[in-house]
């Protein structure tokens, strides 16, 4: 009879599944999944996250822009269309003979719409223009920005290099390049800044506030005669020199000029003044010749080479961090940035 009903009894004595079995099963399927599984990089992680950043951009503007009433229907998952379509597709949606009591209004399409790339990027491009999405845009660059600089801090350089404002330093010792750079893109947010080697003519180590102004103009003045560098070009130089500030207490100071021709622009700025020992001075005096053609700009041995051969672990080129804990790098950024932040000042209005 039961055989004839179709139900299957299972015999007595037949032991029931074992649950100790399902879970083994379950367990080495697990492992098995987690040894297959594909690592997670940084850069799959840094780019969900730019997903992310872009996706809520995306539905951000969209609940601005409906908010404004910038377009007259929201639809749903977010997707744009033209009035136009909108009304054909609703016109057809009705049935024969039926009169609508909603009029949609013809209209040309949309400029702020770009219906000829489609996707994420698209919709992006098309409302890019828009100025209130311009500040949602311009938070969302520096969000992905400041990420990716911090993951990699040595990207800065290429991410800030750019636009408009094209700089050349009359060096290419990296301790100026490379503080200047940093403080024209601090200030400008973008900008080009390169270095080209360039002579003083005058002596190695300058002595006076005149001397040091005369060297840092010398290096601009060398590379346009030469032709390195256009007559237009905007220019950058730094010089360092020495002076008696006090009774014979002498300091060591950064001197550091920007010429732009075209703009009629030129300034000076000075880094802090570091103290160098009377002793170091008057070696470097006692080493500089009488006869010396180049005595009425300064010395022939400069204070660094002094204290490199007088003091352990000191370098010629950068012993102001033994003195003062800063570093000549520090001195030339700070020094540079207000150059740069009065050179900004100066520079006509940008017109649109």
Known sequence: MMEESGIEVTPPGTPPPSTSTARDSAAAAAAAAA??????????????????????????????????GRFPIKLPGSALANPVTQQANLSSALAPGTDSTITFPEE????????????????????????????????????????????????????????????????????????????????????????EAAQSNIAPQPVGYA??????????????????????????????????????????????????PIHGIHLEAFTQATPVPLQYVQQAKSLTPEDYSLRWSGLLVTVGEVLEKNIQNVNRTDWHVVFTGMSRRQMIYSAAKALAGMYKQQLPPRTV
């Open 108 to 195: 040309h399409d949309d400029p702020r719409v770009s219906t000829a790339t489609g996707g994420l990027w698209g919709f992006i491009k098309g409302v890019a223009e828009n100025p209130m999405v311009k500040s949602v845009l311009d938070k969302t660059k520096h969000s992905v920005e400041t990420m990716i600089t911090t993951l990699d801090p040595g990207m800065v350089p290429y991410i800030k290099t750019g636009g408009e404002l094209d700089i050349v330093v009359t060096s290419n010792k990296e301790v100026k390049v490379a503080a200047i750079r940093d403080a024209f893109q601090e200030v400008f947010g973008m900008a080009v800044v390169t270095g």
């Open 211 to 260: 001397a040091g102004l005369k060297g840092a103009q010398e290096r601009i003045d060398s590379l346009r005669r030469t032709g390195v560098i256009h007559e237009k070009q905007p220019a950058v130089s730094a010089e360092s020199f020495i002076e008696e500030l006090l009774p014979d207490k002498w300091f060591d100071i950064g001197c550091l000029i920007i010429e732009d």
């Open 35 to 68: 040894a297959t599984a594909t690592p997670v990089s940084l850069a799959d992680t840094v780019g969900r996250s730019i997903e992310n950043v872009a996706e809520d951009l995306k539905k951000q503007v969209l609940e601005e822009m409906t908010q404004h």
